[in-house]
């Protein structure tokens, strides 16, 4: 084997679709081989607006954060580097026999590498007055402002909030103090609502189910979240299927909303409609390329696509499952789950596949190509860590996470039988404390004194020490009910786990409270401060307060 260096190549010539969080963290990651010019990176995003925090959205939308601090890279650091960024252009087609896309511009991008970090879009529910589009037979638009409507937008008083226009629409409604009503009671729909409440507008939660977070939440945490939301000031309908929509015509002879009917004939009326009825991936641009889409782009565990070695996806979009044997049935065609939804770990699979590049493209020699992709594989692609659930709002906090459905008194006796004669597992044991009054909740999920999930309403610190616990995977202790008193009066920060150095504090980014803590030493004060350094607190922003709560201790600890 030689130990000569090897030639430089022509730079690989990437092409990212998408340019959202996601997007913006691989071009980050990617940067220094760009630099290099081992890599020649172009990124196409739709929206006008250069890469800013979706996540954060929602609190743009209320008033609650200035547009600048949505922003989470620096593109013109990127494009000093030599990124060619082009935003207001969209992908219409993947050619790839000739390894090209065609952009709405009629222009064509060749590529060597084809990363597809389109996201996901707001799913609009069947409405009599909405028109509900087909996205599976949708063809990609010519016309980037028109990426998800296709020339069928939504009426006037109804909107949606994924881009920085929804936002728009959603903060002159909350300013002008008008009523807002959110169709949908999961996360986005719950916090956008309760933000808005507090902020003057008047909001009210329509929701099918009993429950809101009905897929977090169970039904003692659920119902404590919709009494506390009342006592806000969020008017909260349950048991409502919504089925067709009252107009009224405006000044101008337009349509626009005015009442969202139920199937029992309830009449809700509004000012404006928020949809908030989950999100779907943008798969149709893969779809129409002939690559496999299930809930999203087929890629495997090292986000290449199923139906093209050259293309990958990461983020909203990717459905990530294991490639099918050839003659695999139908079942192994379709498989289950889908994409996270979730940003952190759409931003781990953006840090792994910049590596995995990196690390393929040190070797230059095609001799070398095999090694280096040996080596570049056996880095795997990290696991998701559990998806914990947090509720951003101001005086009312819930966090859940893992198995929260077992219910204390449905324990199957043959189960404990079972596990009594040593042919079965521990059985699931529940714990549970409510006092709905103060708005307080907590349900803990056991197998043999582990934690396999639990639900928190309006207890921080008892939350955070459940989190540590779940992600330890650690006993909790016997009388359960000595977790109750991290929110008592007589709480004593030593007591408990959460300032252990390698507690998680941010989910998203997998900042620890000994990462924070360095970060303190090395001069980084302020909550913004450890964000610049760490990362910590810029995605959900759920952890800020755990990050000030941090800082404090150790700024205290190094006054002692």
Known sequence: MSDSKPTPRTAERIVLVGYGPVGARFVEELLPSVRTGRVQLTVVGAETAEAYNRVLIAEYAVGHAERESLEITDTDAAR????????????????????????????FLPYDRLVLATGARANVPTLDGVKRLRREHMMPATDAAALDWAGSPLPRGVTVLRDLADAETV????????????????????????????????????????????????????????????????????????????????????????ALICADGKQINGDLLLLSCGVGARTELAQIAGLPVSTGILVDEALVSWGDPFIYAIGDCAHIAPR???????????????????????????DWLAARFVAELAWAHPADAASATDAAVHVTLPANLPAVVMLKAEGIDVV????????????????????????????????????????RYVKTVTRGGILEGFVCVGMPRTAAELTLLFERGSELPADRSVLLRYDGP??????????????????CNGVTVGAIAASQQAGNGTVACIGTATRAGTGCGGCKTRIGEVLERFTAGAAA
């Open 324 to 350: 099918p044997e050839a003659g695999a049935g139908k079942a192994a065609l379709t498989p289950s789950g889908g994409p996270s939804g979730l940003i952190g770990p759409g931003w781990r699979q953006a």
């Open 171 to 258: 903060l002159a409604a909350v300013q002008a103090g008008k009523r807002i009503v959110v169709l949908g009671a999961g996360v986005l729909g719950m916090e956008i609502a309760l933000a808005a409440a507090r902020a003057g507008a008047e909001a009210c939660v329509v929701y099918h189910g009993e429950i809101p977070m009905g897929r977090n939440l169970d039904r003692g945490g659920g119902t404590v979240l919709a009494r506390s939301a009342r006592r806000a000031g969020v008017s909260m309908v349950n048991h409502s299927r919504a089925e067709s929509l009252l107009f009224h015509i405006d000044d101008d002879g337009v349509e626009r909303f005015d």
């Open 400 to 439: 859940a996470v893992g198995n929260t459905s077992a219910d204390p008194w449905d324990e199957p006796a043959a189960d404990i039988r079972s596990h009594a004669e040593g042919c079965g597992p521990s059985p699931l044991r529940v714990a549970q404390w409510a006092d709905p009054e103060h708005g």
């Open 490 to 507: 007589d709480y004593e920060p030593a007591a408990g786990s959460a300032f252990a150095l390698d507690a998680t504090v941010c989910w």
């Open 80 to 107: 000093g580097a030599g990124v060619r960024i082009r935003t207001a252009v969209s992908v219409t087609a993947i050619n790839r026999s000739r390894r090209t896309v065609t952009l709405s511009d009629e222009t």
